[in-house]
């Protein structure tokens, strides 16, 4: 097991557009929890190992501001110094991966004419979608989801991360990170396969052979417009328009991407805005689609989200039936 101890700090601030909800932007309930952390959160405060290329940091990040006066104090932990450029490379990627610059007024405007669901919009005026991992990171925790129990997933990841991840150790805290792809050249589908995570074993392999190749450049594609980002992300191993649609929301922050509606996000999606048990995933589309138009996945996330941070204070017995934790 490697452990990576980071001892050398640098602090900067960054200023996020207003309106900004700290909480609701760092910290995701509706992600699944697994035992070895890659991130940590309290009211205010957020810390996660953070890859920028090769190389591996911690970051810790402070709510300093207001909802409409917004500060952020990021503090970096690294193993050498880090001069004025690299330092500046670090905050662009906090700011892009986290949506800390994205003008969402339109969006603010929208949501005032949605008069069922705006309590619940204004309670998390200012939260982003944000995704802390790079898109291979990413993409290892979205194999490991496929076709099984949030239990199973947690089993697996950690399997994983105890295998081939690092521990990263810093201002007392101990955090995980998941491997590179390169750290996988040498490891076989039956090595994977060993640590039971089934046919996924392939998928693993295959998709870190292809970062290794450089099928996709991840940065940029950040320049890239919704169809050609979603044809380059589908050339990788293993990436359907499922998993493609879901990288274009939480990676690159296509808020339209409401086109598929799974069987057991069609049960979640019936109570949340029918109060039903099963509505037709047709009706749920359209009904989206027509009142959000371009912002539809975002409008979503807000409720999604929502009825997650109830559920960590109040038993939802219909949610627990679905998200089988």
Same mark, same amino acid.
């Given at each position: 097991m490697k452990t990576l101890i980071l001892k050398r700090t640098k602090k900067f601030f960054i200023i996020p557009t207003s309106p900004f909800n700290f909480d609701g932007t760092f910290h995701k309930?509706?992600?699944?929890?697994?035992?070895?952390?890659?991130?940590?959160?309290?009211?205010?405060?957020?810390c996660q190992t953070f890859r920028v290329d090769r190389d591996l940091f911690a970051i810790v990040i402070k709510d300093k501001g207001t909802l409409l006066r917004p500060k952020l104090e990021i503090t970096i932990y690294s193993r050498a110094n880090l001069n004025a450029q690299y330092l500046e490379k670090i905050k662009q990627e906090i700011i892009y991966r986290f949506g800390l610059n994205f003008n969402l007024s339109e969006f603010n405007r929208l949501i005032k004419s949605d008069k069922r669901f705006y309590p619940i919009f204004k309670k998390w005026i200012g939260m982003r979608s944000s995704s802390q991992?790079?898109?291979?990171?990413?993409?290892?925790?979205? #194999?490991?989801?496929q076709n099984t129990t949030v239990r199973r997933? @947690? @089993?697996?990841?950690?399997?994983?991360?105890?295998?081939?991840?690092?521990?990263?150790?810093?201002?007392? %805290?101990?955090?995980?990170?998941?491997?590179?792809?390169?750290?996988?050249?040498?490891?076989?589908?039956?090595?994977?396969?060993?640590?039971?995570?089934?046919?996924?074993? %392939?998928?693993? %392999?295959?998709?870190?052979?292809?970062?290794?190749?450089?099928?996709?450049?991840?940065f940029k594609l950040r320049d890239f417009d919704k169809e050609n980002t979603k044809e380059e992300l589908?050339?990788?191993?293993?990436? =359907?328009?499922?998993?493609?649609? #879901?990288l274009l929301f939480e990676t690159y922050h296509f808020y339209d991407v409401f086109d598929? #509606?799974?069987?057991? @996000?069609?049960?979640?999606?019936?109570?949340?805005?029918? =109060?039903?048990?099963?509505?037709s995933a047709n009706k749920i589309y359209n009904d989206i689609k027509s009142q959000y138009g371009k912002y539809s996945m975002l409008a979503v996330h807000y409720i999604w989200e929502d009825i997650f941070w109830k559920r960590t204070t109040k038993n939802i017995p219909w949610l627990e039936k679905e998200i089988r934790l």
């Amino acid at each position: 097991m490697k452990t990576l101890i980071l001892k050398r700090t640098k602090k900067f601030f960054i200023i996020p557009t207003s309106p900004f909800n700290f909480d609701g932007t760092f910290h995701k309930p509706s992600h699944f929890p697994n035992k070895l952390k890659l991130d940590d959160w309290k009211p205010k405060e957020y810390c996660q190992t953070f890859r920028v290329d090769r190389d591996l940091f911690a970051i810790v990040i402070k709510d300093k501001g207001t909802l409409l006066r917004p500060k952020l104090e990021i503090t970096i932990y690294s193993r050498a110094n880090l001069n004025a450029q690299y330092l500046e490379k670090i905050k662009q990627e906090i700011i892009y991966r986290f949506g800390l610059n994205f003008n969402l007024s339109e969006f603010n405007r929208l949501i005032k004419s949605d008069k069922r669901f705006y309590p619940i919009f204004k309670k998390w005026i200012g939260m982003r979608s944000s995704s802390q991992y790079t898109l291979y990171e990413l993409l290892i925790i979205a #194999i490991v989801l496929q076709n099984t129990t949030v239990r199973r997933s @947690q @089993q697996m990841l950690d399997s994983l991360l105890a295998s081939f991840g690092t521990k990263v150790s810093f201002d007392n %805290k101990t955090l995980w990170t998941i491997w590179l792809p390169k750290e996988l050249e040498n490891v076989s589908e039956e090595e994977l396969r060993a640590l039971k995570v089934g046919y996924r074993a %392939k998928f693993i %392999k295959k998709l870190s052979e292809n970062f290794v190749d450089g099928k996709v450049d991840e940065f940029k594609l950040r320049d890239f417009d919704k169809e050609n980002t979603k044809e380059e992300l589908m050339k990788l191993y293993g990436v =359907g328009p499922e998993t493609a649609r #879901i990288l274009l929301f939480e990676t690159y922050h296509f808020y339209d991407v409401f086109d598929h #509606i799974a069987p057991w @996000q069609q049960k979640i999606y019936s109570r949340l805005f029918y =109060g039903k048990k099963l509505v037709s995933a047709n009706k749920i589309y359209n009904d989206i689609k027509s009142q959000y138009g371009k912002y539809s996945m975002l409008a979503v996330h807000y409720i999604w989200e929502d009825i997650f941070w109830k559920r960590t204070t109040k038993n939802i017995p219909w949610l627990e039936k679905e998200i089988r934790l």
